[in-house]
Every structure is written in structure tokens, then in C-alpha cells.
């Protein structure tokens, strides 16, 4: 029987950490130091030097470091906040969470990320944000971005939930906004054994306000300054992001030659458009995403065949119904739009054997070849 291939696999990753990370365990549970402590301030200084930002605040999960990079940017409830159609639906509800509305725009046909133009043509006096989703694993145009920000007196606030270790020419993902948020969900690149999450910024009054608000609004045990909320990040997951962190470049490696390979071995296979990577980004490839008709006829056969397989994401957040007093209809974003009905995840992960890939290839090509056959 031929052996399936997983969307993704973690076990490898965690064999290889494994022997560093059950001794802090033992002694985490030894002394109860559960919550915040030297492990967390240690992770949070390592992630800062990898990122090359001053300051990086360890919190539970990706929503609440948006809602918090959000909140200390000085969003409010009525407040506009413009991010792209084709996001998570953190990004909006995080938002949503504050009393702010997202503004939803189009995205760029051959990277899947935000346009510009569509930012620009988006602002209105009500703007006190715009937020580049770094999606997929590289970063988005911020090139175009930072200047239209800057000339419209608004902050970039990255969300770079999909892009540990992605770099543009300015810089790494997470570092090239005035704030940014990120998530530390297992299948990320960087990934906890949990939940986790991080805010990460220059701006050391902005570090102030998220550390106090994560933590009850409090910067000295029942002194209480703000009104906040919990979202702190656990010690022991922050043992597991250590470990990991110091495997990130070589992980990030392996993605980058399993893309690599991809792009070889699908690139002659008819209906399959691949995808592209912005001149000058460093893409970590936290998922690869081909686009192709009948997608939904071609998952179907994969995950048949015993082929791991995703869409990333099937319905653009401005269609949701969770969004559906906003007024958004169908046609307004074209370019989302028809990529939510053709993208197509393959099995994306460090340890992604070649042998593997040339399985997926060989089903994904006797698929495309079905739908182009005549009938009859």
C-alpha cells in the first residue's frame, strides 16, 4: 500500500527538541513557575535579536496580539482598520473585538497580497490603521505601504501570524511596521505546544502598553493603570519556542528546497498555476499554495488518494457571515474572490520528503489531466 502524505507533520520537529525541552519541563513543574519568569524574559530577548526589534511582549495567541498591537496603536471603537480580503479572520475579529470596523480591500493577482492602490483608494478620514498580512510566508509590499501610511499620518500594524524568519529588502517580517503581532499555534513556523503568541515593536512606549494591558492593565503586582485583560504567555511554552527558535533558519531551509522542488516537478503540469514569490522577499513558504479550476473536484481526489491537502481559505472574510452587517457583497473584490474558489494548499513542513512531493505531483497531475479530457 503506498504511503500517504500528511498536509503536516509535527512529530518531527518535536523529536528534535524533545531532549532539551522535558529537563526545563521537570523543573518548571519542580518549582510551579508556570507563568511569565526567566523563561518567557529569555525568549522574548531571543526573539527580539532574531527579529531586530527592541521589544517583543510574549502573550497567549495570535487574536490577542493583534487586539493588543491594535489597542496600544490607539484604535477604537468606530475606527477603520484596513486589511486585505483574503486574511485569517483574526485579523478582522480582533478588530471587531475593539468596536473598530474592518475595511476590507483587494489584493494582488500574482502574490496574493495586499494591493496598495486598493489601500490607498480605502482611506477615509476614519483610517487609524492599515495592516499588511504577511500571508502564506512572505512578507507583504512594504515598500508601497510604509510611504502611504506615513502620508496619511496612520501606522502599519503587521500581522505576521504566517512568516517567522520571512524578510523583505527593509527588513524581517514583524520588524517593519510600527508594531506587529504574530502566533505561535503549533503549525506555525515558529510553533509552541500550545498556544502562544507575541507583539513585537521599537516603540518602547507602545512595549509598556501592551505588557500592562496583557496582564490586567497592571506593570506592578495590584497596581492597576489601564484597563487590560489576561493574555500572558506560559512559561512552558515559551521553553518550547526557545528550543525551537534555534531551529528556525535550518526548518525555514527546508521549506525553502521543498518549494523549490515543488516548483520543478509541478511546473509542467497543465491548470496548475504556481505560486510567486515578490523580487526581493525571502518567502518561509508557511504554506504552498498552487491555484487551480475545479478545486474542490481536485482536493477531493487528493485527499482520496491519501494526499494531505487544505484551502487557505475557502470563503474571503468580507463573505463571511460573521461579517455580513458590513454590507460587503460579492464581485466587490474579484481578485480574493476567485482565488478563494481555485487555491489549493499542498503538504507544506521542514521534514517533507522529495519522495513525497513527487507523490503529490503524480496525483495532482492524473487529476488535471481528468478534468481536461473530453467527455464522451
Known amino acids: 500500500m503506498t504511503e500517504n502524505v500528511p498536509f503536516l507533520d509535527l512529530s518531527a520537529q518535536q523529536a528534535e527538541i524533545i531532549d532539551e525541552v522535558l529537563p526545563k519541563w521537570r523543573e518548571q513543574f519542580r518549582s510551579a513557575a508556570f507563568v511569565g519568569g526567566p523563561e518567557v524574559q529569555a525568549f522574548e530577548t531571543e526573539y527580539a535579536a532574531y527579529l531586530g526589534v527592541e521589544h517583543v511582549i510574549g502573550v497567549s495567541n495570535g487574536t490577542d496580539a493583534l487586539e493588543l498591537a491594535y489597542r496600544a496603536a490607539g484604535v477604537g471603537p468606530g475606527d477603520e482598520v484596513i486589511m486585505p480580503a483574503n486574511t485569517f479572520i483574526a485579523t478582522a475579529e480582533a478588530a471587531s473585538r475593539i468596536g473598530a470596523v474592518p475595511v476590507f480591500v483587494d489584493v494582488e493577482d500574482e502574490y496574493l497580497l495586499l494591493d496598495p492602490d486598493a489601500v490607498e483608494a480605502a482611506v477615509t478620514e476614519r483610517t487609524r490603521a492599515i495592516v499588511p498580512v504577511h500571508l502564506f510566508g512572505q512578507t507583504a509590499p512594504i515598500e508601497a505601504l510604509a510611504p502611504l501610511a506615513l502620508r496619511h499620518g496612520v501606522p502599519l500594524i503587521e500581522d505576521a501570524a504566517q512568516s517567522q524568519g520571512a524578510s523583505s529588502p527593509a527588513g524581517r ?180 520528503l522529495e519522495e513525497q512531493q513527487e507523490r503529490v505531483a503524480a496525483c495532482l497531475a492524473r487529476s488535471m489531466r481528468s478534468a481536461l479530457e473530453p467527455v464522451g
Open 173 to 352: 517580517a514583524g520588524s517593519l511596521g510600527r508594531i506587529a503581532a504574530t502566533s505561535f499555534y503549533p503549525g506555525k513556523n515558529l510553533g509552541a505546544a500550545g498556544d502562544g503568541g507575541a507583539v513585537m515593536t521599537d516603540d518602547a512606549e507602545l512595549a509598556g502598553i501592551v505588557r500592562e494591558m496583557s496582564a490586567h492593565g497592571s506593570a506592578v503586582k495590584y497596581v492597576h493603570h489601564r484597563i487590560g485583560f489576561n493574555a500572558r504567555l506560559d512559561a512552558v511554552q515559551a521553553t518550547v519556542l526557545r528550543a525551537k527558535l534555534r531551529h528556525l533558519d535550518a526548518w525555514n531551509s527546508a521549506r525553502q528546497e521543498a518549494a523549490a522542488w515543488y516548483g520543478q516537478i509541478l511546473s509542467g503540469i497543465d491548470g496548475v498555476r504556481l505560486p510567486a514569490v515578490r523580487p526581493g522577499n525571502s518567502d518561509v513558504w508557511h504554506l504552498y499554495v498552487i491555484r487551480v479550476q475545479e478545486r474542490d473536484r481536485v482536493l477531493a481526489e487528493l485527499t482520496a488518494a491519501g494526499i494531505g491537502a487544505g484551502i487557505h481559505y475557502p470563503t474571503p472574510v468580507h463573505l463571511t457571515d460573521a461579517y455580513a452587517h458590513l454590507g460587503y457583497r460579492r464581485g466587490q473584490f474579484p481578485v480574493a474572490e476567485a482565488a478563494a474558489d481555485r487555491i489549493l494548499s499542498l503538504p507544506m513542513f521542514p521534514h517533507l
